[in-house]
Antibody, heavy 122, light 108 residues
Framework: QVQLVESGGGVVQPGRSLRLSCAASGFAFSRYPIHWVRQAPGKGLEWVTVIANDGKDKHYADSVKGRFTISRDNSKNTLFLQMNSLRTEDTAVYYC???????????????WGQGTLVTVSS | EIVLTQSPATLSLSPGERATLSCRASQSVRSYLGWYQQKPGQAPRLLIYGASNRATGIPGRFSGSGSGTDFTLTISSLEPEDFAVYYCQQRSNWPQITFGQGTRLEIK
């Protein structure tokens, strides 16, 4: 079955960096666009970024543009999120989520990981 | 940015009753709207995409309708496992994806 497992979360000071990973299994990882979606404690959902199945096309929410970088290694079925210049408002559970459609992103999220908590605090 | 407003914020119903959840967009999103269910401590689950298409494995008691700016998620007869938070999401002006603030469906 489809499985997405995030890791790399933790407590970090404002202005520092953190790198999240998402290990995928149970499906043809290299065929799907993959997203990061976050949820601040007790709040709603916020889409963060997407990467095309081949890694060539990437898009970001305005709130993270220029600070976060998404990447993937299809040979290892793994997705990454490099988060730089972290702010307190980046505190959230970060989910990786598979796009509903193969190849071209459809921007619906049909499989999700369990999430990893990032806390930005001094 | 397209703002999605969900109503009511909280809906109190009993098992077996019909639930009607609303999502209104600040501008037309055509039929590019999805619905998700989230239970405490769990990741969201896709229920509906394209306003009215049920995702794989979603029971028939869940249905979606609407287009343009007004959308509805209907649960025809509530089961105990349906009590959760529900979010709508638009993808009309990707990649600027937005979600509604959520409707909490609680047991009366």
């Amino acid at each position: 079955q489809v499985q997405l497992v995030e890791s790399g979360g933790g407590v970090v000071q404002p202005g520092r960096s953190l790198r999240l990973s998402c290990a995928a299994s149970g499906f043809a990882f290299s065929r799907y666009p993959i997203h990061w979606v976050r949820q601040a404690p007790g709040k709603g959902l916020e889409w963060v970024t997407v990467i095309a199945n081949d890694g060539k096309d990437k898009h970001y929410a305005d709130s993270v543009k220029g600070r976060f970088t998404i990447s993937r290694d299809n040979s290892k079925n793994t997705l990454f999120l490099q988060m730089n210049s972290l702010r307190t408002e980046d505190t959230a559970v970060y989910y990786c989520a598979r796009d509903l459609k193969i190849a071209a992103a459809d921007y619906y999220f049909d499989s999700w990981g369990q999430g990893t908590l990032v806390t930005v605090s001094s | 940015e397209i703002v999605l407003t969900q109503s009511p914020a909280t809906l109190s119903l009993s098992p077996g009753e019909r639930a009607t959840l609303s999502c209104r967009a600040s501008q037309s999103v055509r039929s590019y709207l999805g619905w998700y269910q989230q239970k405490p401590g769990q990741a969201p689950r896709l229920l509906i995409y394209g306003a009215s298409n049920r995702a794989t494995g979603i029971p028939g008691r869940f249905s979606g309708s609407g287009s343009g700016t007004d959308f509805t998620l209907t649960i025809s007869s509530l089961e105990p496992e349906d009590f959760a938070v529900y979010y709508c999401q638009q993808r009309s002006n990707w990649p600027q994806i937005t979600f509604g603030q959520g409707t909490r469906l609680e047991i009366k």
